[in-house]
């Protein structure tokens, strides 16, 4: 298996297709009606609320359904006026960032290791009164874990509202205390769901979400037909993957870590970003020595594996990592920044298969970029 871009989506997890099925199948009726079939369907949307708020600490009533990360990003901002004063990180996802725009944006910046500290947050906060700080979880390009839990209670000291961008920690990393956070974003297509499916958690039952208008769906704070079988597909991967967390971070951080070995090896100097700070199990952020990512993509992907350069969301851009501009690199080193993500799935043979075809590449490029 030569997929190494699950930090841009994943394939269904199994268990999510079986629930998908059964949901498509079973309870297809609208939640909102009033007969007995809507009824049912609407009692197991509420049990998926309820078990999605089991697995990542929060009430039920807080979590609103949404099509994906991005809505959930968009709709944070929403209510904000042009005037709120907003601290988010200097390597938030384009859909945070954009989200943001048109408001009074401050970054807070990364150390060298693409960490967001706390003494900077709490110095920001001293200076200003923001409206919402937001910093992610996990950086999708890096891996890079942000201290979220510490950001967090210090802006509660503040009297602060809190957003986290959970997408890439979910499904990944234990979440079973995310609810201390006042906003939590989640897509399931990062962890084994399908995509155009997600959620956005409030401060409250009482909070209000105006960002899609028109029916009363989701106690009126985000309108239109839940998509159900989705969401029961969502909460019964992440179901799945937690039950497993601590024995795949693991074994599949050791097998990574195997593999940066045999690159270094092989190739000097390898610059892997962020490789002394915690980060997530399955991905590698690097600087290759030579060639342009896209080169080293297109020839991996002759041999079937698929990795990225930088964020799926902003390739096509030239330099497209954020993280890796964040942390002030050259525009020469921008241009040789590939990401590698593995999956729950990788095995040891998956890994070493890569390595190869890295060699492989590499050699056909110093040929003159002739594929042999
Ligand atoms: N936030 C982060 C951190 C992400 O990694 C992604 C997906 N690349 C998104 C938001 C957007 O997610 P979605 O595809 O669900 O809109």
């Not at 994943?10 to 998908?20: F, G, K, N, Q």
């Not at 909102?32 to 009824?39: F, I, N, Q, V």
Request: aromatic share 6%; glycine share 8%; net charge negative.
């Amino acid at each position: 298996n030569g997929y190494f871009d699950h930090n841009a989506t994943t394939p269904l997890h199994p268990a999510a297709r079986d629930a998908w099925l059964r949901a498509s199948e079973k309870h297809w009726h609208n939640p909102s009606s009033l007969y007995r079939d809507a009824g049912m369907a609407s009692q197991h949307l509420e049990s998926a609320r309820e078990r999605l708020g089991t697995l990542i600490g929060t009430d039920a009533e807080r979590i609103v359904f949404t099509s994906g990360a991005t809505e959930s990003n968009n709709a944070l901002f929403a209510p904000l006026p042009p005037d709120a004063l907003v601290l988010i990180s200097a390597i938030e996802h384009p859909s945070l960032r954009e989200a943001s725009r048109g408001r009074q944006v401050l970054e807070l910046p990364v150390n060298t290791d693409g960490v967001v500290e706390p003494d900077t947050l709490k110095s920001h906060l001293s200076a200003h009164r923001p409206a919402l700080v937001s910093v992610m979880a996990a950086n999708n390009e890096s891996g890079t874990l942000q201290p979220w839990r510490e950001l967090a209670a210090l802006c509660r000291a503040h009297g602060v509202p809190f957003h986290t961008d959970a997408a890439q920690w979910l499904g990944k990393i234990d979440a079973a205390d995310l609810g201390e956070c006042d906003f939590i974003t989640g897509s399931a297509h990062k962890f084994g769901g399908g995509k155009g499916c997600g959620f956005l958690v409030l401060p409250s039952e009482d909070s209000r979400l105006g960002f899609i208008r028109g029916g009363p769906q989701e106690h009126g704070r985000r309108a239109g037909t839940e998509n159900y079988p989705a969401i029961e597909a969502m909460v019964t991967a992440l179901e799945s993957l937690t039950l497993r967390l601590g024995e795949v971070a693991q074994t599949q951080s050791g097998l990574r870590d195997a593999f940066i070995a045999q690159m270094r090896a092989r190739f000097e100097p390898l610059r892997v970003i962020s490789e002394c700070s915690p980060r997530l199990w399955n991905t590698v952020l690097m600087v290759m020595p030579e060639h342009d990512n896209l080169k080293w993509l297109t020839r991996l992907s002759r041999r079937g594996f698929s990795i990225s350069t930088g964020s799926a969301c902003s390739s096509g851009k030239e330099g497209s990592s954020v993280v890796v501009t964040a942390l002030g690199a050259s525009a020469a080193e921008l241009k040789r920044v590939v990401r590698i993500s593995s999956g729950w799935e990788t095995t040891a043979e998956d890994w070493q298969a890569l390595a190869v075809a890295f060699e492989e590449v590499f050699e056909e490029l110093n040929r003159g970029g002739r594929p042999q």
